[in-house]
């Protein structure tokens, strides 16, 4: 992880995500900062549809504060939210992860995620999209954990990992090994350049409402508000051009190719 940041790109970044000012390093703030960053940072994958490589360190960090984009797990999970974290004085680790998909778990370290010590064990996830609880969840309890995302839970996996259900369905498998950015370097070189990526065959962007979701796919936007959901495709790229802008803060002077129309 790159050294710290330096007291204006943290204020920045505060500003960033909506957050009035630094607190002390304690699990209320760090619900706090998981909340709103889930609520004004999108999970996205645009760049790998404009042929820009995805950032990591420092860069992904400039991205996200100054460059007002998203990013995907190893952008939000591996670089920029820890580097904030551990700049307001938390104590962070880096670990792998597999998604549990089509009634089985995939490959290690697919999925990065935040073990943060403050001082008890919190799980923190910014870049999973909407599966992922709204708040930290406490590592160290067996036991339903209710999020207003769902109803989670840790159970203990094979060979010392840890299994996170949602809802009763497995989510994800945790190596309680801790990682450097380096480690999964393998990984997102497969999500960047393998044509079986879900990367590479799906252009998004989701973020995290006050009562649900909103999400570019290509086209077609979706949004969620409590038990109401509503689509809409479009016809044009100046309308995903200024949807993009709308509901996620992005400016882009070309879409991605391909634009992933429905139609």
């Known amino acids: 992880m790159d050294d710290l940041l330096d007291a204006e790109t943290v204020a920045a970044y505060l500003r960033r995500i909506g957050v009035a000012a630094e607190r002390a390093p304690d699990a209320a703030f760090l619900h706090e900062l998981q909340e709103q960053h889930l609520l004004s940072v ?20 400039a991205k ?6 998203g990013g995907t797990c190893r952008e939000l999970n591996g670089s920029a939210m820890p580097a904030l974290l551990a700049a307001l004085g938390y104590h962070v680790t880096l670990l792998g ?11 290690p370290l697919a999925h990065t995620v935040i073990r943060v010590h403050c ?18 969840l406490r590592l160290d309890v067996r036991g339903p ?19 996170l259900l949602r809802d009763g369905q497995p989510l994800l498998r945790l190596d309680p090994r801790p990682r450097t950015l380096e480690d999964f370097r393998p990984a997102l070189w497969w999500f960047e350049t393998s044509p079986d990526s879900p990367f590479r065959q799906n ?3 989701t973020r995290l409402t006050d009562d649900g ?9 979706t949004w969620t508000d409590g038990e109401q959901r ?15 802008a709308e509901h996620f803060g992005i400016t882009l002077d070309r879409l991605p190719t391909p634009s992933g129309r429905t139609s």
């Open 42 to 61: 999108p999970f996205e994958n645009i760049d790998v549809h404009l042929g820009v490589p995805i950032r990591v360190g420092s860069a992904a960090v």
């Open 64 to 69: 996200v504060v100054h460059g007002n984009r």
């Open 97 to 107: 992860s597999q998604v549990f998909l089509d009634g089985a778990f995939g490959f």
């Open 119 to 136: 001082p008890d064990p919190w799980l923190v996830d910014v870049g999973f999209g909407r599966d992922a609880p709204r708040f930290p």
């Open 145 to 163: 954990q209710a999020d207003p995302n769902g109803v989670y839970e840790f159970v203990d996996g094979p060979h010392g990992d840890t299994d």
């Open 203 to 205: 252009l998004f962007c």
């Open 213 to 221: 979701r909103v999400t570019l796919r290509g086209d077609r936007l």
């Open 230 to 244: 509503e689509a809409v495709v479009f016809d044009t790229d100046a309308q995903i051009t200024a949807a993009y």
